[in-house]
């Protein structure tokens, strides 16, 4: 499943290609999305130019002069740059057509992902306003989270993968982060400290920006935005490695359930 950092990835390697270029039309094989796609997309886009390619929590933000085009790539979406005479795949729904001879592609075999629009004018979209802040962003730090946690007794793990404390801390980078902040997935969120939660919220900044680097995590199902894949699976520390020897007190990494997704800790380094 595409995560923050495969997102963050597309938009830059797609941002270059599209920024800037008029879009001549848009060609819809399969409407049938995890929500239709509008039909007044190929009313508002044609004649039009992305002035900025935006990311907010999972969802990429292409702006034009009459509003936003909000993508969300689901578990199996991709968007990629094609040469507009390249023959579609099977999955490949929605192309937008620019003026450069290439194609901006969606291609979803799925079909949870989405394409949206906001028209100017109309304010923020209601999927975005609930969002907690940008685990990258200014607004994001250890005092948010020990804020936050007061008096909640729910896993810590859950707490961080909530989209409406922070956004994107999805299940392998929360797995990594708090192993690398020492603390046990399970401990109740409301009982940390405000240190431990700065040594936390640090930890889940390294292991996203690291991810973002290497251009994201999921060698299979993902593509960059110019079709190379991401490398950053073989750094991982404990997340699929569950019965394999901790990278740092050489015991025997364990995995278990939590929040019905699985989980992999050091019972010894972490509590
Ligand atoms: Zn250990």
């Not at 941002?15 to 008029?22: A, C, G, M, T, Y």
């Not at 879009?23 to 997309?41: F, Q, Y």
């Not at 909000?70 to 620019?98: C, N, T, W």
């Not at 979209?125 to 969002?131: E, G, N």
Request: aromatic share 8%; glycine share 12%.
């Amino acid at each position: 499943m595409p995560e923050l950092p495969e997102v963050e990835t597309t938009r830059r390697g797609v941002s270059p290609h599209v920024l800037q270029r008029k879009i001549l039309r848009i060609v819809v094989r399969e409407p049938r999305l995890r929500w239709p796609v509008p039909e007044s997309l190929g009313e508002a886009l044609p004649g039009q130019r992305f002035t900025s390619v935006g990311r907010r929590a999972k969802y990429l933000l292409f702006e034009c002069s009459r509003g936003v085009l909000l993508a969300h790539l689901g578990m199996s979406g991709s968007l990629r740059i094609a040469p507009a005479e390249e023959p579609p795949g099977k999955h490949a729904h929605v192309d937008l057509v620019f003026d450069n001879g290439k194609v901006l592609r969606y291609t979803d075999p799925r079909r949870f992902g989405s394409l949206l629009w906001q028209p100017a004018g109309a304010g923020e979209h209601p999927l975005l306003r609930d969002l907690g802040p940008e685990p990258l962003g200014g607004n994001f730090d250890g005092e948010l989270l020990y804020r936050k946690s007061r008096g909640r007794r729910t896993a810590v793990k859950p707490f961080i993968m909530d989209s409406r404390i922070v956004v994107g801390v999805g299940n392998i980078y929360a797995c990594e982060a708090l192993f690398l902040a020492g603390i046990h997935p399970a401990r109740a969120c409301g009982r940390i400290s405000a240190p431990r939660y700065r040594r936390l919220a640090g930890a889940i900044r390294a292991v996203l920006g690291k991810a973002i680097g290497a251009g994201g995590t999921t060698l299979r199902d993902f593509s960059g935005g110019e079709g190379r894949p991401g490398y950053f699976r073989q750094q991982l520390h404990v997340y699929g490695r569950g019965g394999e020897e901790c990278p740092h007190c050489r015991g025997s990494l364990r995995e278990r359930r939590l929040g019905q997704r699985a989980t992999v800790f050091c019972p010894a380094c972490q509590r």
